[in-house]
């Protein structure tokens, strides 16, 4: 049993979009931010967004900042990241990873709680 689960990845043209999303059934999904991280071939993982707790608070990465949405349904325990206008450098695995909060904010650490186990996004035409 896997406490968080991506889907959604796959083969895109530049300039297209895809849906990522990210599961966690069995998470006291409340209590924990959720980022979203990008590892590029042969590159270290770098967090692109994080969501608070409660969905209130957003952040992203420079690299994705105007392109990507990050939302979150407490109720469902999923959050969604929107991936718009992508490029060949967006592509690589995707991981979503729980980080435990006391405070409604937006800190996704390198080192989270938990992480899910990726999926493939690949940019190219």
């Known amino acids: 049993h896997l406490p968080l689960v991506e889907s959604g990845g796959g083969l895109v043209q530049p300039g297209g979009s895809l849906r990522l999303s990210c599961a966690?059934?069995?998470?006291?999904?409340?209590?924990?931010?959720?980022?979203?991280?990008?590892?590029?071939?042969?590159?270290?993982?770098e967090r692109v967004s994080c969501i608070s707790p409660s969905g209130s608070s957003t952040s992203y990465s420079d690299s994705v900042k105007g392109r990507f949405t990050v939302s979150r349904d407490n109720a469902q325990k999923t959050v969604d990241l929107e991936m718009n206008s992508l490029k060949p450098d967006d592509t690589g695995v995707y991981f979503c990873a729980a980080t435990y909060r006391v405070l409604d904010d937006t800190h996704c650490s390198a080192t989270p709680t938990y992480w899910g186990q990726g999926t493939q996004v690949t940019v190219s035409s």
């Open 24 to 45: 966690a059934p069995g998470l006291a999904f409340k209590n924990y931010a959720i980022g979203w991280f990008h590892q590029a071939p042969g590159k270290e993982r």
